[in-house]
């Protein structure tokens, strides 16, 4: 018996039982839609769980900082010293394989007065040769470079930080109008700036400096490390803070030395893949070092975790279905005991016998799964209409879908849903063959 017949013959026979058909297909169409749906929450769960962390900042930074649970704790080189998150440590980083890029970042918070006003925010010193290798972008203006003075890159919400500290003082919300390129604008460390000293008051303050500052650019909106800062270059912060504690006329706690180095040194990896590896060796060094990858895995873990939970429920129905077609080509064996019969006396092969079965219940599978595909694709349409601003909610922006089919998926489950139909035929098939053909012609 040739294919073409096999073919014809097979679905010959799905139509002529077109209820049964449609029921068992109807069964498949269920299990492949809620196995779909399922794992596409999942997968809008872990974009969702990933724009969180781009948000955060970047994959292939780590952030270096000094030790302070022990200081007396030695050095991995076993010279008792604590390691040092100097300039040499900064050195040391830049020849480690694959890092592309290293800046200290050195932080002090101040005000910035814009007429009246007012916005306290930290001011960031970073190497400016290094700005635009560790992805700071911006939405207008330059970034900082090489030569810079006391010239300031606002962060891209910095604008709606400022507020008018006279209205908020009684009660009243006032829009800032702050143009943050053109506007001229101080920074200093005097927190009462333009504040009226009461009468009696006679404690002595700290003579900051006011310093005027040069905006040359604004970075792009939607970082959460970038976005309510302001940044200097890495020299002229150092002397601003040197001015502030000489202003304050600050000395370290009696008994205590001056802790030497920087607070904190960024480290830009050129391989995602290879940023847990370096992060180990700079923890070998001495340091505390953390990466956003560490939140990636843990949410990748519980990502997995609850994907797994709503595949399992998916693939309950998807199991249903196979009972299901396994029933209706058993019943099918029974109703058709006579033709199986008269095919095996004309001549067809024990062979073509199972191909026929194999092939009527593929079609059920494979049919109830393109249109399983079809309907989870409207499903997925629905929720993502019905949940257009969840993004709102967790933080990642208003586009985040809550269902995401990809491409694969929908080629995974017609192909799974067409093997289902053949391993459910399979036992069927097997009976059909071994039913005698005299007695097979008798029975009616």
Not at 104 to 113: D, K, R, S
Not at 344 to 356: F, M, P, R, Y
């Amino acid at each position: 018996m040739s294919r073409v017949d096999l073919i014809r013959m097979g679905l010959k026979n799905l139509w002529r039982r077109k209820l049964r058909t449609f029921l068992t297909v109807l069964g498949v169409i269920i299990g492949t839609s809620s196995i779909v749906v399922m794992l596409s929450l999942g997968f809008g769960m872990q974009e969702a769980f990933k724009g969180q962390i781009d948000r955060m900042g970047s994959l292939n930074t780590i952030n270096v900082h000094k030790r302070y649970d022990d200081y007396s704790s030695p050095s991995p080189k076993g010279n008792g010293q604590k390691a040092i998150l100097d300039d040499k440590a900064v050195m040391d980083f830049k020849r480690i394989p694959n890092v592309k890029a290293v800046t200290p970042i050195v932080e002090t918070y101040g005000v910035l007065i814009n007429g009246r006003y007012k916005s306290y925010t930290p001011l960031r010193g970073i190497d400016p040769t290094v700005m635009e290798e560790f992805d700071f972008k911006v939405q207008d203006g330059r970034l900082l470079q090489t030569g810079d003075d006391f010239s300031i890159v606002f962060g891209g919400s910095m604008k709606n930080s400022f507020y008018d500290e006279k209205a908020s003082s009684r009660g009243r919300y006032v829009e800032p109008k702050v143009d943050l390129m053109k506007d001229r604008m101080i920074f200093t460390f005097n927190t009462e700036y333009g504040n009226r000293t009461m009468p009696g008051e006679n404690i002595k303050k700290p003579a900051y400096k006011d310093y005027k500052v040069k905006a040359i650019g604004v970075l792009e909106e939607g970082n959460w490390e970038t976005d309510w800062s302001i940044y200097a270059p890495l020299e002229a912060v150092q002397k601003l803070i040197k001015e502030k504690e000489k202003a304050e006329n600050s000395k370290p706690e009696r008994g205590r030395r001056k802790e030497k180095g920087y607070e904190q040194v960024m480290v830009k990896v050129d391989d995602i893949n290879k940023v847990q590896e370096i992060q180990q060796k700079i923890k070998d060094s001495g340091f505390e070092a953390s990466s956003l990858t560490d939140f990636l895995d843990e949410m990748k873990k519980t990502s997995g975790i609850i994907q797994a939970i709503l595949g399992g429920i998916g693939a309950v129905s998807l199991l249903v279905a196979a009972i299901g077609i396994t029933n209706t080509m058993v019943m099918s064996i029974y109703e058709r005991t006579k033709e199986i019969g008269i095919m095996k006396v004309i001549g067809a092969s024990l062979k073509d016998i199972k191909k026929l079965f194999l092939f009527e219940s593929a079609m059920i599978g494979l049919l109830g799964g393109i249109i399983g595909v079809v309907f989870s694709e409207i499903l997925s349409f629905i929720i993502n209409k019905l949940g257009a601003n969840f993004g709102n909610y967790i933080g990642t922006g208003a586009e985040t879908k809550i269902s995401i089919i990809p491409i694969w998926l929908i080629f995974a489950a017609m192909g799974f849903s067409a093997l289902i139909g053949i391993l459910s035929g399979y036992y069927p098939a097997k009976r059909a063959m071994n039913l005698s053909a005299l007695e097979a012609i008798r029975t009616e």
